[in-house]
């Protein structure tokens, strides 16, 4: 810790300390289309005209203006390139003498089109871009993406494994992910974060965030990473536009889904609303055979579980900017979703001793569920001078968080008990569950930004987030023979109230410090944890405090104009999901429930990754993270009853290794891809009731992803996955894999889309495993509807170009996604 503090002591000191300037040059420009309108977040590039070497990079603003500071004596040419343009360059020019401040000529940029015999190409961002620091996928332009689901989007990432199973998102092997919206924590618990990309249509989202090792100023929560979901914002100067969204898909069930946004921009106003409804109905479908052994006969318990989904969501999103002058700017944000699921399903289990079917169970289970969710954001960001430092200046931003969220699930099981003949031999046995859970997030933030000098800036920060949880569970029971009428019984075993408190103080410092061609950051952030964890019908509680320091280091080397080098480490913890921590029973099946552990910890991971840029496009990466006190879901048995309790617990140790490669393919003109491999080994150490769980796993993750111009406006995707079998806690798990595709129509002189896409072809996205483990022997498999044939339409009026106000990035991300 001692030599991380000195390095950024060293890093913040100011350049001039460093050594002895010379005068250097200005060069000021702008970059325009061919019908001169300006052009932001263009790309420039100072080059030296002998051997086009890169000398520094810069970025158009919102008027299509750049500025480039600290240039030595020299002769140079300015590039300027971006994604759908022809690159180009300006005459050559020479910094030195007399001309130490120049104004160069405007860059104009001409959209990138090949014509062949009857083909037309045009550039465009590909569904899956590769950065060197993280991976971004752009669901906006995708065309296998419409029409589904945030949840679907993301199974098609590159090193993200969605094990609906047992709700679990891992990316590149690695547990406990933290899922952002638009820079935001979710504070929802692992199968709650499921269910809200689950009900997140792929229509509202923007870009998918693959942030593996992230800097100080995030939360330090998610080992595995970040995944940031941004949502689609206002893009336009015009006074008011917007896009138009309708869709229907086809799988067993039928589906349908609507959005609507609206940006609109008056004098200092910037406002922004969206609204979504999706009505789908798909099915699940989950299987288990659990084999006992025992001195008098072996025996088996098959069961088949078949249940369909009705799914109603509405979600909605309204935001305001107003700057109060040009130093000052507030704005708010609002969003909320409610969704509407109910089930009737059944599970059918047999029981059998020497392979000989003796006695069935026949279980009816109707659920309902209802989510809402309302969250609303107060920022105001503040500049201190307009002309800066380090072509950025001193800057102030202030969140203000208030989330409301409620769940209110009821389950109704009813069981038969038959003979090997399908006859009932005794009473129904009847269980009621009512759960109502509440939770409220009250976070606020500061972060401020200082440029000490041209290539020195410092960062710092507070965040405090202050969640209270209330979850109420009611069970109810009865047996009943045929034509009985029997009240219902409360079952005080298993009936519970839990309340949680959790407040967090985080403070972080980051320093930044650029060379000609090395870039070294350093941060520190401080988190103290205060909970408290109290069973009401237990009268048990259990209080933790405890203060952490995560240090995160990232180096990064420029080596002419197609070579990056980035080194980094980071040091992030996970705490228990809330749910984890609740000790009451979540019933699963008549053999199968589910228990909390309010005496888990919080486990912490050291990440280190190296990773090699060619030309931006290509990448290699080299990860190893060693956790400990690994959070994971452990299975008991009781081969008494035939039961297995799923609960949680801390491992002793896990450590995971991967390679990661991506590259792009232009196979022919009209027809590119982006393919990626992660291979990760994972291994566990550690012991569970006395045994010891010593697994060691070799897996892989594999993406292609085809683009196809064709003439006409019409374009195509396909897009193919493979996971190879991996392993889980005491879960062994099978390979699975996904091959969608789809096509799309420009109409209406572009302003109007016509998609079509087909999921899941082959139905492969199926998750099975074993457990064998103790006294544990059973194999499962779960999959649901995920080949669905769509048709989408979207049409945008207004022009699309400038952005506005909708992707707030708001305090209390990391709590949200830990709700129960």
Same mark, same amino acid.
């Given at each position: 810790?001692?030599?991380?503090?000195?390095?950024?002591?060293?890093?913040?000191?100011?350049?001039?300390?460093?050594?002895?300037?010379?005068?250097?040059?200005?060069?000021?420009? !702008?970059?325009?289309?061919?019908?001169?309108?300006?052009?932001?977040?263009?790309?420039?590039?100072? =080059?030296?005209?002998?051997?086009?070497?890169?000398?520094?990079?810069?970025?158009?603003?919102?008027?299509?203006?750049?500025?480039?500071?600290?240039?030595?004596?020299?002769?140079?040419?300015?590039?300027?390139?971006?994604?759908?343009?022809?690159?180009?360059?300006?005459?050559?020019?020479?910094?030195?003498?007399?001309?130490?401040?120049?104004?160069?000529?405007?860059? *104009?940029?001409?959209?990138?089109?090949?014509q062949l015999t009857n083909v037309t190409v045009k550039a465009q961002k590909p569904f899956i871009e590769q950065q060197i620091d993280k991976t971004i996928l752009n669901v906006e332009n995708s065309i296998v993406a419409s029409g589904g689901t945030a949840l679907e989007v993301l199974e098609k990432a590159p090193g993200v494994v969605v094990d609906l199973q047992s709700d679990r998102i891992s990316?590149?092997?690695?547990?406990?992910?933290?899922?952002?919206?638009?820079?935001?924590?979710?504070?929802?618990?692992?199968?709650?974060?499921?269910?809200?990309?689950?009900?997140?249509?792929?229509?509202?989202?923007?870009?998918?965030?693959?942030?593996?090792?992230?800097?100080?100023?995030?939360?330090?929560?998610?080992?595995?990473?970040?995944?940031?979901?941004?949502? +689609?914002?206002?893009? !336009? @100067?015009?006074?008011?536009?917007?896009?138009?969204?309708?869709?229907?898909?086809?799988?067993? #069930?039928?589906?349908?889904?609507?959005?609507?946004?609206?940006?609109?921009?008056?004098?200092?106003?910037?406002?922004?609303?969206?609204?979504?409804?999706?009505?789908?109905?798909?099915?699940?479908?989950?299987?288990?055979? &659990?084999?006992?052994?025992?001195?008098?006969?072996?025996?088996?318990?098959?069961?088949?579980?078949?249940?369909?989904?009705?799914?109603?969501?509405?979600?909605? &999103?309204?935001?305001?900017?107003?700057?109060?002058?040009?130093?000052?700017?507030?704005?708010?944000?609002?969003?909320?979703?409610?969704?509407?699921?109910? !089930?009737?399903?059944?599970?059918?289990?047999?029981?059998?001793? $020497?392979?000989?079917?003796? $006695?069935?169970?026949?279980?009816?289970?109707?659920?309902?569920?209802?989510?809402?969710?309302?969250?609303?954001?107060?920022?105001?960001?503040?500049?201190?001078?307009?002309?800066?430092?380090?072509?950025?200046?001193?800057?102030?931003?202030?969140?203000?968080?208030?989330?409301?969220?409620?769940?209110?699930?009821?389950?109704?099981?009813?069981?038969?008990?038959?003979?090997?003949?399908?006859?009932?031999?005794?009473?129904?046995? #009847?269980?009621?569950?009512?759960?109502?859970?509440?939770?409220?997030?009250?976070?606020?933030?500061?972060?401020? @930004?200082?440029?000490?000098?041209?290539?020195?800036?410092?960062?710092?920060?507070?965040?405090?987030?202050?969640?209270?949880l209330n979850n109420d569970l009611l069970v109810e029971t009865k047996r009943v023979e045929n034509g009985q009428n029997v009240p219902w019984q409360v079952d005080n075993g298993r009936t519970n109230q839990f309340e949680y408190r959790e407040l967090i103080h985080a403070a972080y410092l980051t320093g930044r410090r650029t060379w000609t061609d090395w870039t070294l950051q350093v941060g520190i952030?401080?988190?103290?944890?205060?909970?408290?964890?109290?069973?009401? *019908?237990?009268?048990?509680?259990?209080? /933790?405090?405890?203060?952490?320091?995560?240090?995160?280091?990232?180096?990064?080397?420029?080596?002419?104009? +197609?070579?990056?080098?980035?080194?980094?480490?980071?040091?992030?913890?996970?705490?228990?999901?809330?749910?984890?921590?609740?000790?009451?029973?979540?019933?699963?099946?008549?053999?199968?429930?589910?228990?909390?552990?309010?005496? =888990?910890?919080?486990?912490?991971?050291?990440?280190?990754?190296?990773?090699?840029?060619?030309?931006?496009?290509?990448?290699?990466?080299?990860?190893?993270?060693?956790?400990?006190?690994?959070?994971?879901?452990?299975?008991?048995?009781?081969?008494?009853?035939?039961?297995? /309790?799923?609960?949680?617990?801390? =491992?002793?140790?896990?450590?995971?290794?991967?390679?990661?490669?991506?590259?792009?393919?232009?196979? *022919?003109?009209?027809? $590119?891809? &982006?393919? !990626?491999?992660?291979?990760?080994?994972?291994?566990?150490?550690?012991?569970?009731?006395?045994?010891?769980?010593?697994?060691?796993?070799?897996?892989?993750?594999?993406? $292609?992803?085809?683009?196809?111009?064709?003439?006409?406006?019409?374009?195509?995707?396909?897009?193919?996955?493979?996971?190879?079998?991996?392993?889980?806690?005491?879960?062994?798990?099978?390979?699975?894999?996904?091959?969608?595709?789809?096509?799309?129509?420009?109409?209406?002189? +572009?302003?109007?889309?016509?998609?079509?896409?087909?999921?899941? =072809?082959?139905?492969?996205?199926?998750?099975?495993?074993?457990?064998?483990?103790?006294?544990?022997?059973?194999?499962?498999?779960?999959?649901?509807?995920?080949?669905?044939?769509?048709?989408?339409?979207?049409?945008?009026?207004?022009?699309?170009?400038? +952005?506005?106000?909708?992707?707030?990035?708001?305090?209390?991300?990391?709590?949200?996604?830990?709700?129960?």
């Open positions: 810790m001692k030599i991380l503090l000195f390095a950024l002591v060293i890093l913040l000191v100011p350049g001039d300390l460093w050594a002895q300037q010379s005068k250097s040059g200005i060069v000021m420009g !702008s970059v325009q289309d061919t019908s001169g309108r300006p052009l932001g977040m263009m790309s420039l590039l100072l =080059l030296k005209a002998t051997d086009s070497t890169l000398v520094k990079g810069a970025v158009s603003n919102e008027r299509g203006h750049y500025e480039m500071e600290l240039i030595p004596p020299g002769t140079y040419r300015m590039a300027g390139s971006q994604v759908g343009y022809q690159k180009v360059y300006s005459e050559v020019f020479t910094v030195g003498d007399e001309q130490w401040k120049l104004q160069l000529l405007p860059l *104009t940029m001409q959209e990138e089109t090949r990316l590149k092997g690695r547990e406990n992910v933290l899922v952002m919206i638009d820079g935001k924590p979710t504070y929802l618990s692992g199968n709650q974060v499921l269910d809200l990309l689950r009900n997140t249509p792929s229509n509202t989202v923007e870009t998918i965030e693959l942030i593996t090792n992230p800097p100080a100023r995030y939360d330090a929560a998610g080992t595995a990473g970040i995944i940031n979901i941004r949502l +689609k914002r206002n893009k !336009s @100067s015009q006074p008011l536009n917007g896009n138009l969204t309708a869709g229907v898909g086809q799988g067993r #069930f039928l589906k349908y889904n609507t959005a609507l946004t609206l940006n609109a921009r008056k004098d200092q106003w910037s406002l922004f609303g969206n609204y979504a409804f999706d009505q789908r109905d798909y099915w699940s479908v989950a299987t288990i055979d &659990r084999r006992f052994a025992s001195a008098a006969q072996p025996t088996l318990i098959r069961q088949d579980g078949y249940r369909p989904i009705q799914n109603t969501t509405h979600t909605f &999103r309204l935001g305001a900017d107003y700057s109060l002058d040009k130093r000052n700017t507030i704005g708010v944000l609002l969003n909320g979703t409610n969704v509407s699921n109910k !089930s009737q399903g059944g599970t059918e289990s047999d029981i059998f001793k $020497s392979g000989v079917l003796t $006695s069935s169970e026949r279980t009816q289970n109707d659920n309902k569920r209802s989510i809402d969710r309302l969250a609303a954001n107060l920022n105001f960001r503040h500049r201190f001078d307009t002309t800066g430092r380090g072509g950025k200046g001193r800057e102030l931003m202030v969140d203000v968080d208030y989330s409301d969220a409620s769940f209110r699930p009821t389950e109704q099981f009813e069981t038969r008990f038959l003979n090997a003949q399908e006859i009932e031999t005794g009473p129904r046995d #009847f269980q009621r569950l009512t759960t109502n859970s509440k939770a409220l997030i009250r976070a606020a933030k500061t972060d401020y @930004s200082h440029p000490i000098d041209k290539q020195t800036r410092l960062e710092a920060g507070w965040k405090s987030s202050y969640v209270t952030r401080a988190e103290r944890t205060q909970t408290e964890a109290y069973s009401v *019908t237990a009268q048990n509680t259990v209080d /933790r405090t405890y203060l952490n320091l995560f240090p995160t280091v990232s180096l990064t080397r420029t080596v002419g104009d +197609k070579h990056q080098f980035l080194y980094s480490f980071s040091r992030r913890i996970d705490r228990p999901d809330y749910q984890y921590l609740n000790p009451f029973i979540r019933i699963f099946s008549p053999y199968a429930y589910q228990q909390g552990n309010p005496y =888990l910890k919080p486990q912490f991971t050291d990440a280190f990754q190296v990773a090699y840029s060619y030309k931006e496009e290509t990448t290699i990466s080299f990860g190893y993270n060693r956790t400990r006190d690994v959070i994971v879901d452990i299975n008991e048995q009781n081969d008494a009853t035939g039961e297995t /309790r799923i609960t949680f617990t801390n =491992l002793a140790e896990q450590t995971n290794m991967s390679i990661n490669v991506s590259a792009p393919i232009r196979i *022919t003109p009209w027809w $590119s891809s &982006r393919n !990626s491999a992660s291979v990760f080994h994972t291994a566990y150490q550690a012991e569970i009731g006395g045994t010891p769980l010593d697994y060691s796993w070799l897996a892989m993750n594999l993406n $292609s992803n085809h683009s196809f111009v064709f003439a006409n406006g019409i374009t195509a995707e396909l897009s193919a996955s493979y996971n190879s079998p991996y392993v889980y806690s005491q879960n062994k798990m099978q390979a699975f894999g996904q091959l969608s595709v789809g096509v799309q129509k420009s109409i209406w002189q +572009k302003k109007a889309t016509l998609r079509f896409n087909w999921s899941d =072809l082959f139905q492969t996205q199926r998750f099975r495993g074993t457990v064998q483990f103790q006294n544990m022997d059973f194999n499962f498999a779960t999959y649901s509807e995920t080949r669905v044939a769509r048709l989408t339409f979207t049409y945008t009026f207004g022009n699309r170009e400038i +952005k506005g106000a909708g992707n707030r990035r708001t305090v209390s991300e990391d709590e949200q996604r830990r709700i129960n």
